[in-house]
């Protein structure tokens, strides 16, 4: 049995193989002919149908109908099938019988709600779904040009929120179904053909289906791993029949949407001279303004990019054995320069029946991803992304000096941007194995029995050089450096399932499902660096080039981690003649996560549906009603999304904690306790409840859903912030060997929403057109949270904290002064010489005197709102000024064919939420250290101001509508957190606009082409948003700093040319 | 056939056996745990460097107390490239800071990381003595009032910038998240029992040596000589201010431990004879006593009570145990001799900590705010502690220098609105900027009680108790060595003393050290000094405004009032 099983394999390999040359070399199958069989295919008014296959099945053999809707083909023997399809149509089959003159009438296809939905562990026609599942059609994810499949998912939809979180090639992207669900993270579990899998590593062409489990009751069934929601992939399988093989291809050119405009040299100049005249300076730097030049280094830093991705899939078999192969590979260059992303996909799908009830098969699939450049944490980093500077950097300044080195701005310590491109030498990569083989049985009617062996392997290496440069006084290096990091990674997972189904009196239909399953995974790392190579070169940034051995610096580090559990789970389902339907699951699991006495935690859930169309009463009275469901689900999912070891305290042996006694070098080690532990520390339980309804109208052409949801995270892990008074503080996790402050599941966070998706699909004559609509709502809250405000985020030289995470607020909602214009000449008066404001807030203090709220505030300052009323301007005037997180999502798609042609429109948007802007900082700085934005220069409050000798250099301008250029920071106009730097975030984006050509098949088949199609397509080509920034998809890396743009990496403008050929 | 379904129904059950409890006992990987850590005292000991260590944290101590705090003060201007660098410290400079400035507060959390380092090796030490067979029990009780020197030192540090804080004297547990402050009175008993309780078991500093990076005897009396001397001037010069509620005048108890340090024989002021001593800067000749101590040369000089150690480790920025006050204070550009029309800028250090006007004048004895004092007006340069506290145009830094080799460049001054640059943690770039990295890591140790500070409290205790002549006599003793270390023959010895003698003392000797603030807040001088100053940085138009009630103190962060959820509350002067 073993050896046949074997043999199985690799026959389809050998197969599959033979197949790839065949088409390579252009040869085509031979068929083996007896007789022919000529027909001809029409629609139901009688018209010939050009295009339509025609295939025996069980083989490779099939042709197509011509023009006037004619075909031939051969036939064997009397007892094959033919299989007639087309799109739009009911396919049929019919027996050949001895006929050798056909005629078929195909029937336009009444959309059917028969369509098979993956679920947890099984599938489920999606009439009979009891829970919140969308689905998203694969062809919709390979529409727009992403680099991976989760970046795909943005707009597609009801209730799912996708954004990159910077927009360099290969991003992460963060993914938020139905609102913040845990503070821990938001994304949700991958599950590819069955297994736990990193989204990153799928091709999208690959995917033959897409489900996103939205609510508890079906997302429960994965127990811990459910919390954020699941979004479970199938890949493609083949098919019994004659080999088909797609290629897409598509290449693009990206470029920058949009370029902030700040001031040229001229403007610069005129107003760094304002800015000296204010200081009283004796000589200004530009005397002449008009003749300082111009350098715009956006211009400079960004670059029309190439991509290019090409992708072909062959895929076929026989009754017995069935292979899908993929391979694609994308190459995308970043429009900053000096970034890119290169990824390598490989898949193979065998499926082998060695008897009727039992078979085999095996998932293999294998991903390389390559990164140049810029790394995330740099791009979202105010002192490290060349985004920023190239805005902040002085525009008269050339990027090169006489001699051909970079320059450094002679008037503040800003690096220069075209510098800081050009020596990044990052690379890193990521490669990654997965491979999957089970055993079906099935040794009875109904009842099959899996089971599945995976694992898993990836590495990644990092490679870092850095050459001898100058930037800036505090970003220089002096010699040469190269460092290196290899991970390794590795995990297996055993499942084992057994299912039954079961029909009762034939109206009770009974399924059952149980498993368990195992897992454990283990990660390790490596890296060092050593300094002081011989030259520069490629071939030398290796540490064996390094000529000095003495450093210290150059001490290889190295640990790891790893993780175990288990799990049971099972399904019961029961439904009354389809009417009636109920569901419940059940999974407990157990992880090496948690203590000895917490870990286990259990995750029920149940649904029920009741199908009301199906109801004699409802089909005579409300006939236009094709399809109506009701259904509630409710269930309790989990996480264990904290990093291992938490419920242990650790003893840090670290280089911080070292000294030195001996009025030497030597350091004697330290070692402490570096981390609060918590025995106690145990799942997270998230409750969720959902009411949907499902309808269909007109024979389902139009079909909508609405949802309302509810969830309530209980026990959400949270790290509780030790005040400073506990001795925990820790600068930056790295350097103290991670969290210091104890988790525990101290937190509550509640989401709530809506979310209606509408599907129209119809024919118009010849066009056939449909309109997908997905709107979702949500409200998320913290519940409750200790310690009862979370601190985070900041901008450099914004003073405080940006956003609180509050009980029963919005998470990581942004607190600041409310500003009320600036004041005006009328508000102040002279006293003592001194120019005061007196039409404000004030005080009494002992002796008497008034003592202002703004007490050096002047006019053309901003006026900060008094918010409590006392008098003074205190941290109990700050007040909500925006929610970072979007309340409103909708994604809008519509398909039209016409003949030849079809167009796709695809929009997507989000509203109801703000954004601080914090690149505004530094444009309007007060001191020229900076550039300055172009509208600040020309609309900024001004007084008369005159040079030494009293001529007036500047006239006053008091309709200026940015405060006065202020090179003391006398009122913190811009070192305050204000709603000064609140935008509105909301956006509608034409995310893509794709126009094809099919050419008619009766052509193409004649060289062997089944469909040819050629594209033109165009991503992120219109946005409208009221956001002054770059992008208003400012993406970010921590959950409670949403919306923070410091000059944030925007989405590229994509143009695309493309084919889809199908062999 | 059949046999088929036993196979994975078989491996089902083998795998359910097999997955008990010991699947999922999985242990830190390279990390030992507290169970398994402290099994000795020699792991407990490694606690205590650990206490140490907390002292070398990079950006903390380095920046708040010398450039942040430092900042307030007449003396000191923040500097660096332009008004906009470092922007929390120049908000100090201006008196404009608030609760709300972030990064610069973060000496509150890491002053309680060193106590709680104190207290991990305290709450655990009488367990381990007791089972461990081979501890040496005069070593436990030194470490122990180690540890209680170093728990007394953090409080101070809090208590100096923040007032009366919440003392830590344990382990603070989540139970412990709320707590409010102590008075200030409370503190300054908790660190005087802590002192007094570690003085008799600690080492003399030659019984140290080398090992001078532990803490002495010496420290521990200089330290409550200080303690003492700030109690007796709160409680005198603040009468009534509820801040200060209790405190004592103790002069005389502060004049005895001062002098118990003095009359140890252990310290001596460098140079007081006119000694010169060898030092790379100066092979040939040597340098003066009072220069040497602020070279690398220097480190754990015979006038060296408590020095923060600090090495050129090459652990890189944020690891190094060095020092970023060397860069910070080093300036930012100067020029190659070869290049004589200063066409081309070389890059030093950071240029912070800038000396002001009232600084220079102050060592000619020419602030004009400085009343009755017994020195008359003199070229400040005369005063040889002005060269080595002070850089002025003209003046030079030694480089080592790759192309030009071992000179004196000149300094550039273009962009210090001060003209003038801080010198006293002066280094060559090549010693703090790690020759091959990109990494600063001053290798000298900061001075942070050195014997010269102890006469100058010994002279201040003599006089408030009334013994002018005492006060006289140690006074004359700074002043000689001054004089001795150039032999200009200023400063002259003082024939009369006043109290405005021993402020100027201080600001002179000390000068550039971050002291100065702490200084004139506890004397009540505040207002008077640092009240109408301005900045060179600013030009004219801005005047500091020193709020009395409000600005002795620094306020609170104000995540950590929130984090407290109430219980610790702003003084009044802040809310």
């Known amino acids: 049995m073993k050896i046949s099983t074997v043999q199985a394999f690799l026959r389809n390999a050998v197969r599959g193989g033979a197949v790839i040359a065949l088409l390579l070399i252009g040869f085509s199958h031979p068929a083996y002919a007896q007789r022919v069989l000529k027909g001809t295919v029409v629609d139901e008014n009688n018209l010939p149908l050009p295009g339509v296959n025609i295939s025996v099945k069980g083989t490779t053999r099939g042709t197509v109908t011509d023009l006037e809707g004619n075909f031939s083909l051969s036939v064997q023997d009397e007892s094959e099938v033919l299989v007639i399809s087309f799109v739009g149509y009911s396919p049929v089959e019919i027996p050949v019988l001895n006929q050798s003159q056909l005629k078929v009438t195909l029937k336009e296809e009444v959309r059917k709600l028969d369509e098979v939905v993956v679920i947890g562990y099984g599938v489920q026609k999606k009439a009979d779904l009891t829970g919140a599942v969308a689905t998203v059609a694969s062809e919709d994810l390979v529409k727009v040009p992403a680099s991976s499949i989760d970046k795909a998912l943005q707009g597609r939809a009801a209730g799912v929120f996708a954004q990159s979180v910077t927009g360099a090639p290969g991003s992460n992207v963060n993914i938020m179904i139905r609102g913040i669900t845990s503070i821990n993270g938001t994304n949700p579990m991958w599950v590819v053909d069955g297994v736990p899998a990193d989204p990153k590593t799928i091709n999208p062409n690959d995917i033959e289906s897409m489900s996103v489990l939205k609510d508890a009751s079906s997302a429960a069934i994965y127990g811990a791993n459910g919390g954020n929601g699941v979004v479970i992939v199938s890949t493609k399988k083949g098919k019994s029949g004659r080999t088909t093989a797609t290629l897409n291809v598509y290449t693009g050119w990206q470029e920058a949407a949009k370029y902030i405009n700040v001031a040229n040299g001229p403007e610069f100049a005129t107003m760094y001279k304002e800015y000296e005249a204010l200081l009283r300076r004796r000589r200004f730097t530009f005397p002449n303004p008009d003749t300082v030049a111009t350098y715009n280094y956006q211009d400079l830093i960004f670059r029309t990019a190439p991509m290019q991705s090409y992708d072909l899939g062959i895929s076929g078999g026989t009754d017995k054995s069935t292979y899908y192969f993929g391979v694609g590979y994308l190459t995308q260059e970043g429009i900053l320069r000096n970034s890119s992303y290169d990824k390598l996909t490989v898949r193979m799908n065998l499926d082998q029946k060695l008897t009727g009830w039992f078979r085999v098969g095996e998932n293999m699939s294998f991903g390389r991803q390559i990164y140049h450049g810029y790394q995330e944490w740099q791009l979202l980093n105010e002192y490290h992304t060349p985004i920023l500077a190239a805005l902040n950097y002085h525009p008269f300044v050339p990027p090169y000096d006489t001699t051909g080195n970079w320059s450094f701005t002679p008037l503040g310590n800003t690096g220069n941007p075209v510098a800081s491109v050009e020596l990044l030498h990052h690379k890193s990569q990521n490669n990654s194995g997965k491979l999957s083989v089970f055993a079906v049985l099935e040794p009875i009617k109904g009842l099959s029995y899996e089971n599945k062996i995976t694992g898993t392997a990836s590495f990644g290496i990092t490679d870092d050089f850095y050459p001898i440069y100058f930037i800036t006084p505090s970003n220089r290096n002096p010699n040469s450096k190269v460092y290196k990091q290899s991970d390794w990674y590795y995990d297996w997972l055993w499942q084992h399932r057994v299912m039954y189904n079961v029909t009762l009196a034939g109206v009770h239909n009974i399924s059952a499902m149980a498993g368990f399953e195992a897992g454990y995974a283990k990660g390790e790392y490596m890296n060092a660096t050593r300094w002081d190579l011989i030259n520069e070169s490629r071939e030398m940034r290796y540490f064996n080039a390094s000529q000095n051995d003495t450093l210290l610096s150059q001490l290889p580090n190295g640990a790891g981690n790893e993780s175990s559990g288990y799990s049971y789970y099972g399904r019961l389902g029961y439904d009354y003649k389809g009417i009636f339907l109920a569901q419940a699951n059940f999974r407990r699991d157990a992880s090496s996560k948690f203590g000895p006495r917490k870990r286990f935690g259990n995750f029920p859930s149940f649904s029920l549906g009741f199908k009301f169309s199906e109801l004699s009463i409802v089909k005579e009275k409300v006939p236009f009603m094709s399809f109506g469901k009701l259904r509630y689900g409710w269930g309790k999912v989990g996480n264990n999304a904290i990093p291992d070891y938490v419920y242990f305290s650790t003893i840090g042996v670290l280089d911080v904690y070292s000294y030195s006694f001996d009025n030497t070098t030597t350091e004697a080690l330290g070692a402490a306790p570096n981390k609060l532990a918590n025995l106690s520390v145990a799942w997270e339980g998230e409750v969720t409840q959902n009411l949907g309804l499902d309808l269909g109208f007109f024979g389902n052409k139009l079909y909508l859903t609405a949802e309302l949801f509810k969830r309530y995270n209980e026990g959400m892990l949270m790290e509780v912030q030790a005040p400073g008074y506990a001795g925990w503080i820790v600068r930056s996790s790295y350097q103290e060997g991670g969290v210091a402050n104890p988790i525990a599941n101290v937190g509550n966070i509640s989401n709530k929403g809506i979310e209606i998706s509408a599907d129209w699909k119809d024919k118009l004559g010849k066009l056939s057109y449909s309109v997908n609509f997905n709107f979702t709502y949500v409200n998320t809250k913290a519940g409750e949270i200790r310690p009862d405000t979370i601190f985070r985020g900041s901008a450099k030289g914004i003073n405080g904290y940006l956003t609180r995470t509050i009980n029963g607020q919005p998470i990581g909602e942004y607190y600041g002064f409310i500003t009320q214009g600036l004041f005006k000449p009328e508000d102040a008066d002279t006293i003592n010489n001194v120019i005061v404001i007196t039409n404000q807030p004030y005080t009494i203090d002992n002796s008497g005197n008034k003592i202002y709220a703004q007490p050096k505030a002047k006019p053309g300052d901003f006026r900060f709102k008094d918010v409590n009323g006392d008098g003074r301007i205190t941290d109990a005037d700050m007040v909500p000024m925006g929610n970072p997180n979007p309340k409103y999502l909708f994604g809008m798609n519509i398909n039209l064919e016409y003949g030849w042609f079809d167009l796709s429109v695809f929009l997507q948007g989000v509203a109801g939420n703000k954004i601080f802007n914090a690149t505004k900082f530094y444009m309007f700085n007060m001191d020229g250290a900076f550039n300055w934005s172009a509208d600040y220069v020309k609309n900024h409050y001004r007084e008369n101001i005159y040079d030494r000798a009293g001529n007036l250099l500047f006239p006053e301008n008091h309709a200026g509508k940015y405060p006065r250029l202020d090179p003391r920071n006398e009122n913190n106009n811009f070192s305050t957190i204000s709603d000064f730097y609140m935008e509105d975030g909301a956006y509608l984006r034409l995310k893509n606009i794709q126009l094809g050509i099919t050419i008619p098949q009766v052509w193409t088949s004649r060289i062997g082409i089944e469909r040819f199609r050629f594209y033109v397509s165009a991503s992120n080509l219109l946005t409208f948003t009221r956001y002054s920034g770059y992008d208003p998809e400012v993406g970010s890396s921590d959950l409670l700093v949403r919306g923070l743009d410091k000059a944030a990496y925007p989405q590229a403008r994509i143009y695309t040319v493309g084919l889809n050929v199908n062999f | ?575």
Not at chain 2, 155 to 182: C, E, Q, W
Request: charged letters at 25%; glycine letters at 8%.
């Open chain 2, 1 to 575: 056939m059949k046999k088929i379904y036993s196979i994975p129904v078989f491996l089902t059950m083998m795998f359910l056996v097999a997955c008990s409890e010991d699947f999922l006992d999985l242990k830190p990987i390279a990390m030992e745990t507290e169970e398994t850590f402290y099994k000795d005292f020699d792991a407990l000991d490694m606690t205590a460097t650990a206490a140490y260590g907390i002292l070398c944290t990079r950006d903390i101590f380095d920046y708040y107390i010398f450039m942040g705090y430092a900042s307030a003060a007449d003396d000191v201007e923040v500097g660096g490239e332009n008004t906009n660098d470092w922007p929390q410290f120049q908000a100090v400079d201006r008196l404009q800071h608030s609760p709300m400035l972030s990064t610069i507060f973060d000496s509150w959390g890491y002053c309680y990381k060193g106590i709680r380092m104190t207290n991990e090796f305290l709450s655990r030490v009488d367990k381990i003595r007791a089972t461990d067979t081979k501890v040496n029990q005069a070593l436990v009780d030194q470490r122990i009032a180690e540890m209680k020197f170093l728990r007394a030192f953090y409080h101070f540090y809090l208590a100096v910038v923040y007032g009366g804080v919440p003392i830590a004297d344990k382990i603070v547990d989540p139970s412990m998240f709320s707590t409010p402050r102590n008075s200030l009175k409370e503190v300054y008993d908790f660190m005087i029992k802590d002192l007094k309780e570690a003085i008799p078991y600690l080492k003399e500093k030659s019984q140290l040596a080398p090992n001078y990076g532990r803490v002495s005897k010496g420290a521990a009396r200089a330290l409550l000589a200080k303690i003492l001397l700030y109690e007796s001037s709160y409680a005198k010069n603040y009468p009534g201010d509820e801040r200060f509620a209790g405190m004592q005048e103790r002069w005389t108890e502060a004049l005895q431990y001062a002098e118990e340090v003095i009359n140890s024989g252990e310290y001596q002021l460098v140079g007081i004879n006119g000694e010169r001593f060898a030092s790379w800067r100066n092979p040939n000749g040597g340098v003066g006593g009072y220069r040497w101590i602020f070279t690398l040369d220097g480190d754990n000089s015979p006038e060296s009570i408590w020095e923060i150690q600090n090495v050129m480790d090459g652990k890189g920025w944020t690891y190094t145990r060095g020092s970023y006050i060397v860069t910070y204070f080093t300036v930012r550009y100067y020029y190659r001799p070869s290049d004589p029309t200063h066409s081309d800028r070389v890059v030093g250090g950071w240029s912070f900590n800038l000396p002001t006007s009232y600084m220079v004048n102050a060592f000619g004895n020419q602030d004009s705010r400085e009343t009755g004092l017994h020195s008359v007006p003199v070229d400040p340069k005369l005063d040889p502690r002005f060269a080595t506290s002070i850089g002025r145009p003209g003046d030079t830094i030694l480089v080592n220098d790759q192309t030009e080799g071992e000179k004196w460049f000149p300094m550039s001054f273009s962009n210090l609105p001060t003209q003038t640059i801080s010198r006293k943690y002066e280094c060559s770039p090549q010693e703090y900027w790690n020759g091959r990295t990109n990494d600063n890591e001053g290798p000298m140790n900061v001075r942070w009680i050195r014997y010269a500070d102890v006469v100058l409290m010994a002279a201040e205790a003599a006089y408030m108790a009334g013994d002018k002549p005492k006060a006289l006599t140690y006074i004359n003793q700074i002043r000689k060595r001054a004089r001795m270390s150039g032999n200009t023959g200023y400063p002259e010895d003082l024939t009369d003393i006043s109290f405005e003698d021993i402020v100027h003392e201080r600001r002179l000797e000390l000068a550039m050290e971050g002291w100065r603030f702490f200084d004139l807040v506890r004397w009540r001088l505040a207002k008077k000094y640092i009240s109408g100053i301005t900045l060179a940085a600013l030009g004219e138009g801005y005047v500091v405004d020193f709020e009395e009630g409000k600005h002795e103190f620094f306020p609170i962060p104000y995540n950590e009032i929130q984090l407290s959820k109430g219980a610790l509350v702003q003084y009044k002067g802040w809310q």
